[in-house]
């Protein structure tokens, strides 16, 4: 049974039967994803969480600072390791969609970007990518990416986005992206829900394909 009435010029109704099947599996997507966002919410708070000083554009800045106005602070891991040359690029087109929503997002949250880069290199990347609205911090001399896993004991970075929250004057960790870290035949898609590009992708044809963002096409 079609959920609609609408009907497009010239389909078939092979084509009409195929997408009201498809239909029925989109909107049961949509009621799952809203079921899950309801869990998610419904998270007791995680662990208490040091009020880290990392390295910002106009001298140390705290964890709590981070928060300005706001009760809850999403803090992305930009794979971006100590004396790297160059950023991952995957996580480079994450940010550019990120920079358009910042204003958006603002109204509800804080955001900001860690990387364990040092501030100079940082900065020099965030202006030459255009991010000059999107907040970011140095975490080249604390111990924040190792004890919330955004680089690993060797070293590598991971591109985790971590969610704490202000609750009674203290600072607790709610959410960590951890699919990341979970065995997946989809990994490591773990913050598509975040991230516009690949939903865009994945209403063509051709879909995601082989596709791999670049710093410079």
């Known amino acids: 049974m079609s959920q609609h009435e609408f009907r497009f010029p010239n389909e078939t109704d092979e084509y009409r039967a195929a997408r009201d099947e498809l239909l029925e599996a989109e909107m049961a ?56 040359e160059a950023p991952c690029p995957m996580c480079s087109a994450f940010l550019d969609s990120l920079s358009g929503q910042l204003e958006h997002i603002n109204q509800r949250a804080a955001l900001t970007v860690v990387a364990r880069n040092g501030i100079a290199p940082l900065a020099k990347l965030f202006a030459a990518r255009g991010w000059q609205d999107v907040p970011f911090v140095s975490a080249a001399n604390n111990t924040f990416p190792s004890d919330y896993h955004t680089e690993m004991p060797n070293g590598a970075q991971v591109p985790v986005c971590n969610v704490f929250v202000k609750r009674d004057g203290e600072i607790r960790h709610f959410w960590t992206s951890e699919m990341f870290f979970a065995p997946s035949n989809f990994h490591p898609r773990h913050v598509d829900m975040l991230w516009p590009l690949w939903h865009f992708f994945d209403i063509t044809p051709e879909g995601r394909g082989e596709f791999m963002p670049q710093l410079k096409y």
């Open 29 to 84: 997507l949509r009621d799952q994803i809203e079921a899950v966002a309801d869990l998610r919410r419904a998270l007791p708070l995680g662990g208490t969480v040091a009020n880290y000083t990392f390295d910002g554009v106009d001298g140390p800045v705290t964890l709590a600072e981070l928060f300005g106005d706001h009760g809850t602070l999403i803090l992305y891991g930009y794979m971006f390791g100590a004396g790297a």
